[in-house]
């Protein structure tokens, strides 16, 4: 258990825009907290050394990524009261930094010492004067430029391109402003469980909290056993507390932890819409209302809800929306220019005073909050030789990961679980250079060719076709279809997860013939309109064990009074036999 | 197969079924191997329902050291020792 420490607090105060530099006024305290928060008055003492340590450097835009709030908070503090601005990157892998490089000045390091910056664009500018020098700090109270460069955030482009978005601090206030006037948080703490380097958690986990004076955590309270605790330390001063966190969270937020009782007093979801019964679970779990808020990163909030009550979105005060055509159209004083109209790319339809959305109209995902480009990762895994295409399914499966299906050379192919295995380790360690871990696809489909509609687009339904065997494990999983009239070959992989494989010999797990039939005569009905019932099985030879991971291929005829059937695989052939399947002639 | 070679088994499953890691089978999972990151490549909302699914499965709660949450979920070993010493069922 952490020690309590001398970091003194205030219950409550009133809200001051951020151009007002509200982390320095003056003000009385109350409490103590752990060090694990982290309060504007506080931060006094780190500010000025960032500050000192930025002096001798260049001036302009840094890269800034930190997880510890109070890091994050005094670097970014330090950047504005010296006239400079902070470009947040999503993550810190190599492959990113690198990428934005050239857009920044430098990069903040984790502490404010001597460190030389190993970023290419200060070689030659590189100080390494000592932090401990003291540099004159230019004085604290001169006010923050409102259409200046705050920060700058970074999303996923539709075009697989990432995109950066500046902000201003006239931006940043009128939605704090906003935020303050439907939400005050005088007398509360905020416990965030997202990431302050995109803009909601930003805007609700730092910046909101600042701009009230009051206590704030992060980081390690995405865990929500550490989120209980922190819960419970600010309630013993006699805050109560708000709840800022995404629907990967609330969705898999334990029972056990007696939260009801942590007055809790509100709770923000953002990043992808919360699913009803977990919005209705959580509410009673937490004993608060569950607001989420609808925005993107281009445009900040846009609406908000509480789904318990009403689903539809309400736009925030000052939004105009335009909704014909399903299209959302709106203007924004959180936009950079509030007089001109912004679409976004949801598709949405309008329900009273707000609107419902139906979907995205581009190929953008999103998992676990993030946005993911499509084009891009299918782009980053067509880069390497084997690969000739692919093409990511969006599953909509509750753990929202996502599929992809990978066109190779059939000698490519993986034909059992080792090689399939290592072939998927392979493209995950590529992908894993540019790509955040919960982006990566958890599930993999690979086939000679991407299957086409007759307009040589896409086949939507074959593509989610071949993850079918996720949300039923009795079925092979199912890897496409070639054939005509009476012959068709069909190619299936036996699902590791497969129902029927254990039990039949002690850690040699195998499909049973039984199941290889039964798959037959299923897959004949599909191909072969006609067949009647079953009457019986002729002829049935088991070779060889057909073993989870094995890529078959299964040949169908169609005979006067049923089925043939076999079954291959690069190892030769597995079983084949006759089903009559016809009605008895009376 | 003694106590603990079915305690790791038994986890090995919990980790397959409720992540739905579709292309590893019990063999694939090294004791010693980290499960996030290079190893079994598992991010933080698997953590998050890893923790469901002990509480569900053994009883077991975490406690609000995330240090120790983390160090908990460094390998299928250090599960295992976790489980061995909280599981309450």
């Known amino acids: ?586 | 197969m003694n106590q603990s070679d079915a305690l790791a088994l038994d986890l090995k499953h919990m980790i397959i079924d409720t992540l739905e890691l579709e292309d590893v089978t019990p063999d694939d999972i090294d004791e010693q191997a980290p499960l996030f990151g290079d190893g079994l490549g598992l991010d933080s909302i698997d953590a998050l329902e890893l923790g469901l699914a002990l509480q569900k499965r053994y009883g077991v709660t975490l406690d609000a050291e995330a240090e120790d949450t983390r160090r908990h979920f460094a390998s299928l070993a250090a599960l295992k020792a976790l489980v061995e010493e909280r599981r309450v069922d």
Request: hydrophobic residues 35%; contains cysteine.
């Open chain 1, 1 to 586: 258990m952490t020690p309590f420490s001398t970091h003194a607090i205030r219950a409550g105060s009133d809200y001051l825009g951020l151009t007002q530099r509200p982390w320095r006024q003056p003000v009385q305290s109350n409490g103590a907290l752990t060090d694990a928060w982290c309060h504007a008055q506080t931060l006094g003492p780190s500010i000025d050394a960032w500050r000192t340590w930025l002096e001798p450097r260049p001036k302009g835009r840094w890269l800034l990524f930190a997880t510890d709030p109070a890091t994050f908070t005094a670097a970014l503090l330090a950047l504005w009261e010296s006239g400079q601005s902070a470009l947040l990157p999503g993550d810190d892998r190599p492959a990113t930094l690198e990428r934005l490089s050239p857009l920044v000045v430098g990069r903040i390091p984790a502490a404010p010492t001597a460190t030389p910056i190993a970023t290419p664009t200060v070689a030659g500018t590189q100080d390494n004067t000592a932090a401990t020098s003291r540099v004159a700090l230019s004085s604290p109270d001169a006010g923050l430029p409102l259409e200046g460069e705050a920060v700058v955030l970074c999303t996923s482009g539709s075009t697989g391109q990432p995109s950066l978005v500046a902000k201003s601090f006239r931006q940043l206030d009128e939605e704090l402003s906003r935020h303050a006037s439907l939400w005050p948080l005088t007398g509360r703490a905020v416990i965030s469980q997202v990431s302050h380097q995109h803009i909601y958690g930003l805007l609700t986990g730092i910046l909101s909290p600042l701009c009230h004076n009051v206590p704030f955590c992060g980081n390690d309270s995405r865990y929500p056993e550490v989120m209980a605790q922190r819960a419970s330390e600010s309630s013993h001063i006699g805050l109560t507390n708000r709840l800022v966190t995404s629907p990967a969270q609330l969705s898999r937020l334990p029972q056990h932890l007696a939260l009801e009782h942590q007055r809790i007093t509100d709770v923000f979801s953002s990043g992808a819409p919360l699913a009803l019964t977990d919005a209705m679970r959580c509410e009673q779990l937490l004993n608060a209302p569950v607001i989420e808020i609808y925005g993107s990163t281009e445009t900040g909030g846009i609406a908000y809800r509480q789904q318990s009550r009403h689903d539809a979105w309400r736009p925030f005060p000052g939004i105009e929306l335009d909704l014909d055509d399903s299209t959302l159209r709106l203007r924004s004083p959180f936009l950079p220019h509030p007089d001109q109209w912004w679409e976004q790319a949801d598709r949405v339809e309008r329900d009273g005073e707000g609107f419902r959305l139906l979907g995205r109209r581009d190929r953008l995902a999103k998992v676990g909050g993030k946005r993911i480009s499509l084009t891009a990762l299918e782009q980053r895994l067509c880069e390497l030789q084997h690969v000739d295409d692919a093409r990511c399914v969006d599953l909509d499966l509750r753990d929202g990961r996502l599929g992809v299906v990978v066109a190779m050379a059939g000698d490519a192919l993986p034909q059992e679980h080792e090689p399939r295995r290592r072939l998927i380790a392979s493209l995950r360690e590529h992908l894993g250079a540019a790509l955040e871990p919960s982006a990566m696809p958890r599930y993999w489909r690979f086939v000679e060719a991407l299957p086409l509609n007759p307009q040589g687009k896409h086949d939507q339904a074959a593509l989610r076709r071949f993850f079918d065997d996720l949300t039923d494990d009795r079925q092979p999983r199912w890897l496409g279809a070639q054939g005509q009239d009476s012959q068709w070959h069909l190619t299936l992989e036996v699902p590791e997860r497969l129902r029927y494989l254990e039990g039949h010999f002690e850690g040699f797990p195998l499909v049973p013939g039984v199941v290889l039939v039964q798959w037959a005569i299923q897959h004949g009905r599909e191909v072969f309109s006609d067949l009647g019932r079953f009457r019986g099985v002729d002829r049935l030879k088991f070779q060889k064990v057909v073993r989870p991971g094995q890529r078959l291929t299964l040949s169908l005829q169609r005979r006067a009074d049923g089925i043939g059937f076999t079954y291959d695989s690069a190892q030769g052939r597995h079983a084949s036999g006759r089903v009559r399947l016809e009605a008895r002639d009376e």
